[in-house]
């Protein structure tokens, strides 16, 4: 897999949009984190030029068995380590698995968002 078709991935779950919010941060590596989004909240982010892992919301009663059963799986970069995870892309993680996880993330992203944001979002999916 590579940054397009996890940009496309990521892209095709209901209301997601991405940006790349720290223009003025002071490192490169930080400037090229291509964060995504459902409605405010963040699902998924990762650096867009280097491609070497992403750092996914995660249900933390299921952060503990993915740690032991994959070595690619680490504590959330940079975020709070009780909801976030990291997942390398270059990793013992199958590509389908990877992908479920973004899926099980944008879902509890989603399930943060106010009354308000989710009938938005929900107008926003409907032909």
Not at 18 to 35: M, Q, T
Request: charged content about 30%; aromatic content about 14%.
């Amino acid at each position: 897999m590579n940054i397009e078709e996890f940009r496309n991935f990521c892209l095709s779950l209901p209301g997601a949009h991405d940006d790349f919010p720290f223009g003025k941060a002071s490192s490169d590596y930080d400037r090229n984190l291509l964060v995504f989004y459902v409605a405010d909240k963040w699902f998924c982010f990762v650096n867009a030029e280097a491609f070497d892992f992403c750092t996914l919301r995660c249900a933390p009663e299921e952060i503990g068995a993915l740690r032991e059963r994959y070595e690619g799986v680490g504590p959330g970069w940079h975020m709070d380590k009780r909801h976030w995870i990291s997942v390398r892309f270059d990793s013992d993680v199958p590509d389908g698995v990877l992908l479920e996880m973004v899926r099980k993330s944008y879902e509890l992203a989603e399930a943060k968002l106010t009354k308000r944001q989710r009938s938005a979002l929900a107008e926003r999916i409907e032909p």
